[in-house]
């Protein structure tokens, strides 16, 4: 009975495992805070990186047809290509407007009108990768 009890606990325990640990990592991303509350669809994401009252940085990396889902930047923000490539911001009521993110250039974004919605897509075939630095106050 008990080698059967290990047995079924050595077959189950790796798969509850993973999923502990997968689940851990999504509650950390999703912890409330908002750039973790902006995570991506797919597997496209965001990682914040730090937080305090008057900037908050992030980490995007942007996979091809994999968007960032529909969000809003009450700030405006700074955009450092860390792998660059061809972004295509959609506007939920249907504009497009098209980046290139050069790597290693950085690029200043404004706020967004109150109610607008984009998703950020990356037009390339490879991934892009770029750390977000949005100002919490403006002067």
């Not at 912890?31 to 995007?60: D, I, T, Y």
């Not at 529909?70 to 098209?98: C, F, K, S, W, Y």
Request: avoid cysteine; aromatic fraction near 6%.
């Amino acid at each position: 009975m008990k080698t059967t009890l290990l047995r079924v606990a050595l077959v189950l325990l790796p798969p509850f495992a993973v999923y502990g640990v997968m689940h851990s990592q999504q509650a950390a991303q999703n912890s409330g805070s908002p750039a973790s509350s902006l995570a991506g669809m797919g597997n496209s994401q965001r990682f914040l990186q730090f937080e305090n009252e008057e900037v908050q940085v992030w980490k995007s990396v942007i996979l091809p047809n994999q968007p960032l889902g529909m969000h809003h930047h009450d700030h405006p923000r700074v955009i450092v290509a860390l792998q660059g490539g061809v972004i295509n911001l959609v506007e939920q009521n249907g504009p497009t407007e098209r980046q290139v993110w050069e790597t290693g250039h950085a690029y200043w974004l404004p706020s967004m009108l109150p109610g607008a919605m984009h998703a950020d897509v990356n037009a390339g075939d490879k991934p892009i990768e770029v750390m977000v630095i949005e100002l919490e106050k403006e002067k």
